[in-house]
């Protein structure tokens, strides 16, 4: 025969735990102590479990650029842009200097032919082809973006658009001029009509 004494609220505490106890082991996570996000207290009470796996080392956390980051990135584009239009005015400036030297290698040749064949020669350029003619050489072009100008005194006969610089057996010359201009910028070949001399000068 088992005696037992008590009164009701032992009895119904002694049941409330065992209910307990039965939920934990179903439930462990309900269990768990609870305490507030170190890494962001706006998330307010969450299970002590949930905290540690979110705040694990191993879990990425995005985030934004920076104002400091953001104008480094916009100072190397600028930087990077204006070195291409550094780069580009030379490249331009470079070939327009170079066509100059060879139209001045081309009347050269020129005067040469003329005092080796005892006969006068013409260099020609054709304004509109946007090319010069060497005696007894092929055409050669000029830059396509450069405009061309030429002061002669030689005739250009009844071909239209083209214009001539003689040379004569004795090396003088017909005298003139050619200017190779692009984007303000513009070389210039004089020809000496007295002793058929060239020169190239450049010109801002």
């Given at each position: 025969m088992i005696t037992a004494t008590g009164n009701r609220a032992g009895v119904v505490g002694l049941r409330q735990r065992t209910r307990t106890a039965r939920t934990r082991r179903r439930f462990p996570l309900l269990g768990s102590r609870v305490q507030r996000s170190p890494s962001n207290p706006a998330l307010g009470i969450l299970p002590r479990a949930f905290n540690r796996a979110r705040d694990a080392p191993g879990i990425a956390q995005t985030r934004g650029f920076t104002l400091i980051e953001m104008l480094a990135v916009i100072v190397l584009i600028a930087i990077a842009a204006s070195v291409a239009a550094v780069s580009l005015h030379g490249r331009s400036r470079g070939e327009l200097q170079a066509a100059a030297q060879r139209?001045?290698?081309?009347?050269?040749?020129?005067?040469?032919?003329?005092?080796?064949?005892?006969?006068?020669?013409?260099?020609?350029?054709?304004?509109?082809?946007?090319?010069?003619?060497?005696?007894?050489?092929?055409?050669?072009?000029?830059?396509?973006?450069?405009?061309?100008?030429?002061?002669?005194?030689?005739?250009?006969?009844?071909?239209?658009?083209?214009?001539?610089?003689?040379?004569?057996?004795?090396?003088?010359?017909?005298?003139?001029?050619?200017?190779?201009?692009?984007?303000?910028?513009?070389?210039?070949?004089?020809?000496?009509?007295?002793?058929?001399?060239?020169?190239?000068?450049?010109?801002?």
């Open positions: 139209v001045a290698a081309g009347l050269r040749d020129t005067r040469t032919r003329a005092m080796a064949t005892g006969k006068p020669q013409w260099f020609s350029v054709d304004l509109r082809a946007h090319s010069y003619v060497v005696p007894g050489r092929n055409p050669r072009g000029l830059p396509s973006d450069a405009t061309v100008h030429v002061e002669s005194a030689a005739e250009a006969g009844d071909q239209s658009g083209i214009a001539r610089i003689g040379y004569f057996p004795d090396g003088s010359s017909s005298g003139g001029n050619i200017t190779l201009s692009e984007a303000r910028r513009s070389a210039r070949v004089d020809v000496d009509w007295l002793t058929g001399a060239v020169t190239v000068s450049k010109q801002p």
